[in-house]
């Protein structure tokens, strides 16, 4: 079965640069949730779209965007990268909005 | 505020019974799930409690008691490959059904 897809993999950014997360969710899926999940963190709560207007919105920086298009897929727009935002950013998606049990297999952002 | 708690670290030997627990608060609860999670990968779902009572699941079986705020988690026949974290998340009820993680407990499985 199709699971929750995200890419890159892998990314690696300088201080400054804007990178972009993408995640594709399980076909059907109408909601996508971001976590992010420091390094030996459990995953936070960053934001989340339900029928592409946003849902709900968590622990964020104003210096990081999303949205859900018109397929269901989004993407996190990360600029002015910190040091700090190396981590892994998953996405997960649920139909409906029952929380997200399915998780893509991450993207490991690392800033240097 | 929201608080939900693990141990950090638990151990444990091949073949035998662990129990890992998972206490909350919460401003609002719709349902408790737990996640296996291997260093670097995604969480793997495990089960889903919304109603008090134990799900069981093959070796792995979840209890939920609202009223306490409590869960657990009990792996049975526990094999090598059960080394991992297990993250306990409480799905708000603001709904929006976003979920809030716990710390996650680190679970050492030795032959």
């Known amino acids: 079965a199709a699971g929750v897809i995200q890419s890159p993999r892998h990314l690696i950014k300088e201080k400054r640069e804007t990178a972009t997360l993408k995640c594709y969710p399980i076909?059907?899926?109408?909601?996508v949730y971001w976590y992010q999940q420091g390094p030996g963190q459990d995953p936070q709560f960053l934001i989340s779209?339900?029928?592409?207007?946003?849902?709900d919105k968590g622990s964020i920086p104003d210096r990081f965007s999303a949205q859900q298009f018109s397929d269901y897929h989004s993407e996190l727009n990360m600029s002015s990268l910190e040091l700090g935002d190396s981590a892994l950013y998953f996405c997960?998606?649920?139909?409906?909005?029952?929380?997200?049990?399915?998780f893509g297999q991450g993207t490991r952002l690392t800033v240097v | 505020g929201q608080n939900i708690d693990q141990p950090t670290e638990m151990t444990a030997t091949e073949g035998a019974i662990v129990q890992i627990n998972c206490t909350y608060q919460t401003s609002g609860f719709n349902g408790l799930f737990w996640y296996q999670q291997h260093a670097g990968e995604a969480p793997t779902f495990l089960s889903y409690?919304?109603?008090?009572g134990l799900e069981e699941k093959g070796r792995f079986s979840s209890f939920l008691s609202r009223s306490k705020g409590y869960s657990y988690l009990l792996l049975k026949e526990l094999q090598m490959k059960d080394s991992a974290s297990y993250l306990c998340a409480v799905r708000d009820e603001d709904g929006t059904d976003k979920l809030i993680f716990g710390t996650g407990t680190r679970l050492q499985v030795f032959p």
């Open positions: 409690n919304v109603l008090d």
């Open positions: 997960a998606s649920s139909l409906g909005g029952t929380g997200g049990r399915d």
């Open positions: 779209f339900y029928e592409k207007m946003q849902s």
């Open positions: 076909p059907r899926h109408d909601t």
